[in-house]
């Protein structure tokens, strides 16, 4: 908690019981790799999860592709943006390079397969608003990556691995 001194007071609103009531605060989410695991996705990716909002479908994490490896071909259904932190990213579909500082939308319809070719491959930060639905190599429905996908993907590694569930990720 920082200095009282250096908190601001606000006016109290005419409503401001109902605000201390039933308000909720934020939350920090800590990022380090033992409290805050990479959960493998595939053979060539990982995931740290941040933040689980079944009441949107939406969901914040980390992709951390590894150089060489791509993320399956998929089809949305909300809108995503991400941006870059390290590395360099791209889709087969758009002749865009992402690097660091980059920022990227996806919208409802938008289908691409992600890949980074970079020696030291990539991480960027997602928002990701509803489901995502991957696909095979062959154009195959493979599988659906919704709110509660994410949260499996999370808890089950957590579990097998005695690592603590951070509740503070579930919004
Ligand atoms: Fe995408």
């Not at 005419?14 to 308000?23: G, L, S, V």
């Amino acid at each position: 908690m920082n200095e009282i001194s250096n908190i601001t007071k606000l006016p109290e609103e005419a409503y401001e019981a109902a605000i201390r009531r039933f308000a909720k605060e934020g939350a920090h989410i800590p990022g380090d790799d033992k409290a805050n695991p990479w959960v493998p996705f595939g053979d060539a990716a990982a995931i740290k999860h941040f933040c689980f909002d079944v009441r949107t479908n939406s969901v914040a994490n980390i992709l951390w592709v590894k150089g060489g490896g791509r993320i399956g071909t998929h089809k949305h259904r909300g809108v995503v943006s991400a941006i870059t932190l390290e590395g360099s990213w791209a889709y087969y579909e758009y002749d865009w390079v992402a690097r660091p500082g980059d920022f990227v939308y996806e919208l409802p319809g938008a289908a691409h397969t992600l890949y980074s070719d970079d020696p030291d491959g990539m991480k960027a930060l997602f928002w990701i608003n509803g489901p995502i639905e991957f696909y095979d190599d062959n154009g195959k429905f493979d599988f659906t990556a919704d709110v509660f996908w994410f949260i499996d993907h999370y808890t089950k590694y957590c579990e097998a691995n005695g690592i603590p569930i951070n509740q503070e990720m579930f919004v």
